[in-house]
């Protein structure tokens, strides 16, 4: 497995990173154990979770993943990249969620107690949150890494505009920027192409996608005729509504039709096809990928060791050009 700095720090980290939503709720302990216990025998040392996950639970759910991670990481913390985030609302109360420094400091303070550390590697705000002052998080962030709680900080789900005013707030009052970012990225899904990876790659901000495989419909398993697969993202909690308006049309199905072919004619499969694009994209840091199921990863490990030919991205590129411009491409 190779390894590379995390944007313009010195911290080397997987090229591919371990999304761990899928535990608590999709898989249970053991399940969850025996996928960690594959990502690191193929190299991956770099773990993403939340306190939110996992994905598609309800309130009570909430944090439950991290202390699945924790129990696992016992006894070898310090062979991994640990990163987590807080934003999602994790308790009945309206301060239970947020970017405000209230909840970042509590939230820091749960996920440290379920992670079983006393530090976590790259701590990031989960989403923008408009009720906040980006002062006023990034302030909370700063005062975490002083305090060695937090080795770096990030966010996900930002706005190319907001991340980058984020890190001209941060530059302007002397406080630790943000170091990465998590967007949606896939062959579906290309918008952050025009504006946000051309400033991460110009500023140095690590970029680690999530949904590289478009929820599974990448994968080529979902029938569009008999519906969303039991058990898939698309069905899972109140994540399925979410993931049916991302993905579950014909124009995507369409796509991932001529997209079967490409994989075919380039003897890959297409997770393995879609997880090594988004790894191909220069401005990438590590896709995260995710599995249900230990054997689930095989095909997305098996991106680590390829290199798509020029013919192959040429072709890809033309049949997923639209989804770069979003919705007006309809």
Known sequence: MEHTTLGHTGLPVSRLCMGTMT??????????????????????DFLDTADAYPLGGELETKGRTEEILGRWLKGQRDRFIVATKCFGQTGPAPFDGGNSRKHIMS??????????????????????????????SLSALDDLVRQGKVRYVGCSNFLTYRLVRAIGRSETLGLARFDSVQPRYNLLFRQIEREMLPFCAEE???????????????????????????????????????????????REFDTVEQLEKVADDADLSMVTMSVAWVQAQSAVTAPIIGASRPEQLDASLAAADVSLSDDVLARLDEVTRDYRLGDAAR
Request: charged share 20%; proline share 6%.
């Open 23 to 44: 535990f608590g709720l999709q898989c249970d302990e053991p399940t969850s154990f025996s996928i960690l216990d594959k990502a690191a025998e193929g190299g991956i």
């Open 107 to 136: 939230a820091v303070e749960a996920s440290l107690r379920r992670l079983q550390t006393d530090y976590v590697d790259l701590y990031q705000l989960h989403n923008y949150d408009p009720l906040t002052p980006i002062d006023e």
């Open 204 to 250: 140095g901000v690590g970029v680690i996608p999530y949904n590289p495989i478009a929820g599974g419909l990448l994968s080529g398993k979902h029938v569009r005729d008999a519906g969303p697969t039991e058990g898939s993202r698309f069905t899972l909690g109140n994540a399925a509504q979410n993931y049916q308006q991302r993905y579950w049309h014909d």
